[in-house]
């Protein structure tokens, strides 16, 4: 199993594993995705939650 690191888009802080964190990202065009981490890391821009203004 490959693993995908997620890290913040604003301050590049690695974002730890059961760590809350916001996604901003497009809604897909297709249905169903096995790699949830690798699908967001790829198509989403990530948001610690010390850097998100919410």
Do not use: Q, V
Not at 27 to 35: A, C, H, V
């Amino acid at each position: 199993m490959i693993k995908s690191e997620i890290y913040c888009s604003k301050c590049k802080r690695k974002i730890e594993d059961g760590e809350e964190a916001y996604f901003k990202l497009r809604y897909p065009k297709k249905k169903g995705f096995t790699e949830i981490k690798a699908y967001l890391s790829n198509e989403s821009r990530t948001i610690c939650t010390n850097c998100c203004d919410c």
